[in-house]
């Protein structure tokens, strides 16, 4: 999965441990198998540590990126979108169904790098 180069120029590599799958490995995979969970949890603590609202969620970022991403113009296809998101895709055409073996890592890369940030800095020596 691509890395937006935002992430990347932010420190994002820093928090992935040598020798470690994960990032953030600090959080722990459930027995029940999946990390979204224990990470949507640890989220809800951390955001009100830093005065985020109730309302919004860990989803809701996941909800902002695909809103703003399917309201783009330009060449970014909603296989595209829903394939980066780990949505299923929201339309079963046959052609997608049937013929699409794959999504290049380069048209992810193209989708990654339309979402648009702002300016932050999240290396930890600062």
Same mark, same amino acid.
């Given at each position: 999965?691509?890395?937006?180069?935002?992430?990347?120029?932010?420190?994002?590599?820093?928090?992935?441990?040598?020798?470690?799958?994960?990032?953030?490995?600090?959080?722990? /995979?459930?027995?029940?198998?999946?990390?979204?969970?224990?990470f949507g949890r640890n989220f809800s603590k951390f955001k009100t540590t830093i005065g985020l609202p109730a309302a919004i969620t860990f989803h809701s970022f996941r909800h902002t990126v695909? /809103?703003?991403?399917?309201?783009? +113009?330009?060449?970014?296809?909603?296989?595209?979108?829903?394939?980066?998101?780990?949505?299923?895709?929201?339309?079963?055409?046959?052609?997608? /169904? +049937?013929?699409?073996?794959?999504? +290049? +890592?380069?048209?992810?890369?193209?989708?990654?790098?339309?979402?648009?940030?702002?300016?932050?800095?999240?290396?930890?020596?600062?």
């Amino acid at each position: 999965m691509p890395i937006h180069s935002a992430l990347l120029e932010w420190g994002i590599l820093e928090f992935k441990k040598d020798g470690e799958k994960f990032f953030f490995s600090e959080l722990k /995979t459930p027995k029940s198998g999946s990390r979204g969970t224990d990470f949507g949890r640890n989220f809800s603590k951390f955001k009100t540590t830093i005065g985020l609202p109730a309302a919004i969620t860990f989803h809701s970022f996941r909800h902002t990126v695909s /809103t703003r991403l399917r309201n783009k +113009t330009g060449d970014l296809r909603e296989l595209w979108i829903d394939a980066l998101l780990g949505h299923e895709a929201s339309h079963k055409s046959q052609g997608a /169904t +049937t013929y699409l073996s794959g999504i +290049t +890592t380069e048209n992810l890369a193209q989708t990654v790098e339309s979402v648009r940030y702002p300016t932050l800095c999240l290396r930890r020596n600062l």
